[in-house]
């Protein structure tokens, strides 16, 4: 199956906020549907800042949105996760009941996330 992805390349989120909510959408581009995402696993990683020494890491668990046939899956902020500013690299990785996982965004990018001060 081959894959499209949309999902934001850079959120700016303010310190402390828990709002906007990353999500992605995958398509299946053999026939041009959303994938169904019903059973799948959705984890959220981040790691950061870059111009820290003391990089912070989490995992969060990601939740299907509405539908899982729509293909959307986020992560919803929990309080703590934007409490300290700088730049972070998150991606999602997604478990379907086949065992088969894959990355988003796909390939070696990142989402680029920016935690600012004010």
């Known amino acids: 199956m ?15 906020s828990t709002e ?8 299946n581009m053999d026939n041009f549907l959303p994938v169904d995402l019903t059973g799948t696993q959705i ?11 003391d990089k912070k890491k989490f995992q969060g668990e990601g939740e299907i949105v509405v539908n899982p046939l729509t293909g959307i899956g ?8 934007t409490d300290t500013s700088g730049t ?5 990785q997604i478990t379907f009941n086949d065992g088969v996982k894959i990355k988003v965004p796909l390939g070696e990018e990142y989402i680029k996330i920016v935690v600012e001060n004010h």
């Open 43 to 53: 984890k959220f990683f981040m790691e950061g800042p870059k111009d820290s020494t």
């Open 74 to 81: 986020k992560y919803d902020w929990n309080p703590g996760d």
């Open 2 to 16: 081959k894959l499209r992805v949309e999902v934001e390349k850079e959120i700016r989120i303010k310190k402390g």
């Open 88 to 92: 972070y690299r998150a991606e999602f």
């Open 20 to 27: 906007p909510s990353i999500q992605f959408r995958l398509f």
